[in-house]
């Protein structure tokens, strides 16, 4: 019966193999500057994972966004006129794939999101060729709220950055946390000292600290918040505690609780297996941008293996079915191609002297997002 | 709004303005004696704060950590002037933009061909770590009580030295006349370089200083540059008294106004516009004091009248 099995799906792959030719892959990201980090996991997961299927079929061309969307947008241009590409993958800020999606899909083409999920994208502005493989982004600060609740917070006190990603955090916070607010507080983006915020969360009543400072801005924030002596519990989502990032924060981070959709300590075979050949492909743990390449990767993998690109309704049908073994273990596309995942809280801990994190619990089960009402494909 | 908060806050625009000021006082001496504007000087902020990460991870010391820094920033910082910035000064300052703007992109890659693109650690000593209770039941972090005086420190170290030696009568001379000094028989490259290398320094201190407290990462330089350039606008260019008097006003007014616009303004709005608008204002709060300063003091407050 395994056998049989093995076989027909070695004669499907033969079939898909020979019926597709070549599926060509753009992947934009950010390779310099101050966001790299995001963008070279992103790449490496999904580099991993394409190496690890052994298909030669796949062809990858990756260019460098440098964190700008009018050089996102010029390089999506080149990639589907001069490059020809069929799918197209990568963007790490909200921003750019804003820039750069609408008109990636209106050209027929398909993207695959392995981390900025806008609320646009995923409501009214939803197409039936973008797909979100990482998260809605409200979704880990919703998560943050249903934590707050549970651990018996009452009144929290609220920080994230002046911008778009920034209100969509706040907003998605207070969707679920019940408490009262003690302030809510918007930053400048790329600031770096949070003294004055610091001092005002001292003065009020709060009795818990919401924070969405993506990169070094909260390698920043934490280490001075510990410094402080104010000593509220602080929660927030992985984005200020992803592998890349703790070491730079040291013991401040220890013990603070975050919300993610993805940790190493996930128990499924995939998971296990993505860990330990990242680690022997890298020589560093992954973070959960590094698992968001490599979902993003197998996924594409899986609709190739199932269709050919060229039929869209078929290839686009494979991705639907979302038919691959995804390192957080459940995973399916809801009607609005944006997860349905399970999201856990997760606490910073030091293993062998590195600070990594631990799960701690579940924070929303099998959760979809506030917008997929909103699309209409 | 309390006198506790009130103080903290005080503090917080000080020790802000200070290390603005560890930035400002090389951009001033290298524009006011050298006629250069330079870009890259973040860079060397930059430069200070990952030798100071390096040094610290693999010494433990937070004292040899900084002196690293600094001899990091003031060697390159050297060899910057050596071999490119040299070439420039008798060029106008559009080529001196471009110039010093490549060497920022070649130092932030650079930066990340020998370091990695993830941020790096790097801790206050423990001795100075957790806060301080100051009189009337005010809670400080040590940490940033000593970067006050630090800075103070060197600021008056800094007058000193220009005022009194030989060197700084020298740095004073090459600002009014470098055609005259030269004449005079100082050597007015060594002199150059000199100024160079003791800006590079500063700038590499106060990376290293503020790195221990923020995130050290490439491009890390950049934000603080520009604010140190509203300030030596403000200060009038050259002055090292300016630079100081700037700094402390920048710093004052960006953490104050921060606080307090948004509190005025719920005055007469309701809280939620009154924290949009205020937020907006406050963010542009520093831009608005240089232009005053520029409409009432043209070359800025301690400049040259021309």
Redesign the interface.
């Known amino acids: 019966m395994k056998i049989a099995k093995l076989a027909l799906a070695a004669g499907l792959a033969l079939v898909a193999g020979m019926a597709s030719a070549e599926v060509k892959v753009g992947m934009i990201t950010t390779l310099s500057g101050g966001g790299a980090g995001l963008g070279i996991d992103v790449r490496d997961g999904f580099m991993l994972a394409v190496k690890q299927s052994g298909r030669d079929d796949i062809k990858v061309v990756i260019e460098d966004d440098q964190r700008k969307p009018d050089i996102a947008v010029q390089l999506a241009d080149k990639m589907i006129q001069s490059e020809k590409v069929d799918v197209l993958t990568g963007i790490i800020w909200s921003n750019l794939a804003m820039a750069v999606v609408p008109s990636v899909t209106a050209q027929g083409k398909f993207y695959l999101s392995p981390n900025a999920g806008p609320s646009a994208l995923a409501g009214k502005g939803c197409h039936d060729n973008y797909f979100n493989v990482a998260w809605q982004n409200d979704n880990l600060h919703e998560a943050a709220g249903a934590y707050a609740n549970s651990a018996g917070y009452k009144k929290s006190f609220l920080l994230a950055p002046n911008y778009p990603a920034g209100k969509d955090a706040l907003t998605g916070y207070k969707r679920f946390f019940e408490g009262e607010l003690a302030s809510e507080v918007y930053t400048e983006l790329g600031q770096t000292d949070y003294a004055s915020e610091i001092a005002q969360i001292r003065a009020s009543d709060a009795d818990s600290v919401f924070f969405f400072l993506p990169g070094g801005m909260g390698i920043s924030f934490l280490k001075q918040y510990a410094d402080s002596g104010v000593g509220l519990p602080v929660v927030g989502p992985a984005f200020s505690f992803d592998q890349g990032i703790l070491q730079a924060v040291g013991a401040a981070a220890l013990g603070v609780v975050n919300t993610s959709q993805w940790n190493k300590d996930i128990d499924n075979p995939a998971n296990a297996a993505f860990v330990e050949s990242f680690q022997a492909e890298y020589g560093r743990l992954p973070s959960l941008y590094a698992s968001q390449g490599f979902d993003t990767a197998n996924l594409l993998i899986s609709a190739v293996e199932s269709a050919d690109v060229s039929d869209a309704d078929a290839f686009r049908a494979a991705l639907e079915a979302a038919n691959f073994d995804s390192v957080r273990g459940d995973f399916a596309f809801g009607p609005n191609h944006h997860p349905i995942q399970t999201i856990y809280a997760r606490e910073v801990v030091e293993e062998n002297g590195v600070f990594t994190n631990k799960i701690i619990g579940v924070a929303l089960e099998n959760h979809s997002d506030a917008y997929a009402g909103e699309c209409k494909m | 709004m ?1 006198t ?2 009130l103080v ?2 005080i503090l ?1 625009g000080l ?2 303005g200070i290390m603005l000021f560890l930035m400002a006082a090389g951009l001033t001496l290298v524009f006011g004696v050298m006629g250069l504007i330079n870009l890259a000087h973040g860079s060397l902020y930059m430069i200070g704060a990952f030798a100071a990460a390096a040094v610290a991870a693999a010494t433990g010391s937070f004292v040899l950590a900084l002196a690293g820094a600094m001899a990091a920033a003031a060697m390159v910082g050297a060899l910057v002037e050596y071999t490119v910035i040299r070439r420039l000064y008798a060029r106008d300052h559009l080529d001196q933009v471009l110039a010093t703007f490549a060497l920022i992109l070649i130092f ?2 650079g930066t ?1 061909w020998i370091f990695g ?5 790097l ?2 000593p423990s001795a100075l ?3 301080i209770t100051l009189p009337g039941g005010i ?1 400080y ?1 040590r ?2 009580l000593v970067l006050i005086v630090i800075g103070l420190a060197i600021a008056a170290g800094l007058a000193l030295f220009i005022s009194r030696t030989r060197v700084g009568i020298q740095i004073r001379a090459g600002e009014n006349d470098r055609e005259m000094i030269a004449a005079l028989g100082v050597d007015i490259s060594r002199l150059y370089t000199l100024v160079f290398a003791l800006g590079a320094a500063l700038a590499g201190l106060a990376g290293a200083l ?1 790195g ?9 330089g950049e ?2 540059l520009i604010l140190a350039f509203v300030v030596i606008v403000i200060g009038g260019i050259g002055s090292i008294r300016g630079a100081l008097v700037g700094s402390l006003l920048v710093g004052l007014t960006d ?1 104050l106004g ?2 307090f616009l948004p509190e005025a303004f719920k005055l007469f709005m309701e809280p939620a516009a009154a ?1 949009t608008v205020g ?1 907006s204002l406050a ?1 542009m709060a520093i831009y608005i004091l240089m232009a005053g300063v520029l409409i009432w003091r043209p070359t800025g407050l301690f400049g040259a009248r021309a």
């Open positions: 309390t506790v908060l903290e806050q917080n020790q802000f932030s890659e990340r693109s993830f941020p790096l650690f801790d206050i770590a957790g806060p809670e972090p940490y940033r503020v221990a407290i923020q995130s050290v990462q490439i491009g890390m934000p603080i953490t921060g606080i924290t937020s963010s």
